[in-house]
Nanobody, 124 residues
Framework: QVQLVESGGGLVQAGGSLRLSCAAS????????MGWFRQAPGKEREFVAR????????YYSDSVKGRFTISRDNAKSTVYLQMNSLKPEDTAVYYC?????????????????WGQGTQVTVSS
């Protein structure tokens, strides 16, 4: 089982940037796609971005496309989410997750390991 630990969340003004990191333990990190999801208060968890096992293929939700960038470093067993031009509606707890396969999915049930989450708050 992979253990995932997110970091990098915090409070930022609208228009600012944050970089989230997710460090994985275990030897299976490079096997599988990784994803970022988020959950705002009173809302369901939603897909944000995913990256394939090799790092060569990425997908984004329409709400973050062009502002967020997902990447991974398999040598460091870490996945990143660079968030630029942040908006108040980006406020949420952000979770990283390991996919069951090499390419990932936008559906949360296709992920079998989850981090504890990191809070991102964007003030207007």
């Amino acid at each position: 089982q992979v253990q995932l630990v997110e970091s990098g969340g915090g409070l930022v003004q609208a228009g600012g940037s944050l970089r989230l990191s997710c460090a994985a333990s275990g030897r299976t990190f490079s096997c599988c796609a990784m994803g970022w999801f988020r959950q705002a208060p009173g809302k369901e968890r939603e897909f944000v971005a995913r990256v394939s096992s090799s790092g060569g293929i990425t997908y984004y939700s329409d709400s973050v496309k062009g502002r967020f960038t997902i990447s991974r470093d398999n040598a460091k067993s870490t996945v990143y989410l660079q968030m630029n031009s942040l908006k108040p509606e980006d406020t949420a707890v952000y979770y990283c997750a390991k996919s069951k396969g090499r390419f990932g999915d936008f559906r949360s049930h296709e992920y079998d390991s989850w981090g504890q989450g990191t809070q991102v708050t964007v003030s207007s």
